[in-house]
């Protein structure tokens, strides 16, 4: 490899005129790509631990743990919605709770064997972000006995009514 081009192009000063951060507000068409760094810049550093490193906030003190405005709940990191107020249910957990996905292709579930227990994960299928865990069998009078036990942080409601989100 020792070939010398004698036509290299002149060192054309490409000025890099957009180099500040560009945040997008919409879901991104190719959240599959996107890096650690790109997640970092694009959540906090709450959500970023919470949705990217599968962190649980504390009990009690997200946003919707006792939430009961109408609405569609969207993934926090891509904005795919996994969840309706339909079927939010009051566990007294602390965190927001479900008996039921949006959709059962809208997630996916990995088998959790920290904390010293089997647990099952749930997360955003679109983007991979955490969302929380889901138990069965405690016995909530609800349709399907499952509790979808998800972090506030990991989601936006999107009020049916807007004018009612307050
Ligand atoms: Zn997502």
Known sequence: MGGVSDHQS?????????????HDDGPSPQVGQVTD???R?????EEFHVL???GTE?????EYWDTHTEGVYSCRACGTELFRS???FDSHCGWPSFFAPLAEDRVEYIRDMSMGMERIEVRCRSCGSHMGHVFQGEG???????RYCINSISLTLQPADPAAGA
């Not at 504390?58 to 997200?62: L, N, Q």
């Not at 909530?140 to 499952?146: A, N």
Request: no cysteine; hydrophobic share 15%; net charge negative.
């Open 10 to 22: 002149p060192q054309s000063p490409d000025q890099p005129a957009t180099a500040t951060d560009h």
């Open 37 to 39: 760094d790109q997640w």
């Open 41 to 45: 810049e694009r959540l906090t550093p």
């Open 52 to 54: 990217r490193q599968a």
């Open 58 to 62: 504390r009990p009690y003190t997200g």
């Open 86 to 88: 339909q079927q939010k």
């Open 140 to 146: 909530y009078d609800t349709p399907t006995d499952l």
